[in-house]
């Protein structure tokens, strides 16, 4: 079993920061790439930034000058640092992994989500 736990959200005015957590636990062989999400109300949900085990990170278009993603290995977590938040960052976010564990007498890789965080920010 893995779960994944979102914290850091809550209500800024535009243009301030937060910083997003998410903790993996459980049973797992290793972490892939990592994720964050968001979906806004009467919107999809839709992909925010990536970060892989190695390699370089991926952005929206609409955060990658404002959005950092990062992660600590020896944590199990991912982190989203969010700055100039602008109203239109207003979303329910989303925790993603993609983990690899041992199952049914093989390896394989999930992905796995958090159950959200409320990202609120005012006019």
């Known amino acids: 079993q893995v779960q994944l736990v979102e914290s850091g959200g809550g209500l800024v005015q535009a243009g301030g920061s937060l910083r997003l957590s998410c903790a993996a636990s459980?049973?797992?062989?290793?972490?892939?790439?990592m994720g964050w999400y968001r979906q806004a109300p009467g919107k999809q949900r839709e992909l925010v930034a990536v970060?892989?085990?190695?390699?370089?990170?991926n952005y929206a278009d609409s955060v990658k000058d404002r959005f950092t993603i990062s992660r600590d290995n020896a944590k199990n977590t991912v982190y989203l640092q969010m700055n100039s938040l602008k109203p239109e960052d207003t979303a329910v976010y989303y925790c993603?992994?993609?983990?690899?564990?041992?199952?049914?007498?093989?390896?394989?890789?999930?992905?796995?989500w958090g159950q959200g965080t409320q990202v609120t920010v005012s006019s």
């Open positions: 970060i892989p085990n190695g390699g370089s990170t």
């Open positions: 993603n992994a993609d983990i690899t564990r041992y199952s049914l007498g093989y390896m394989r890789s999930v992905s796995y």
């Open positions: 459980g049973s797992f062989a290793s972490i892939n790439a």
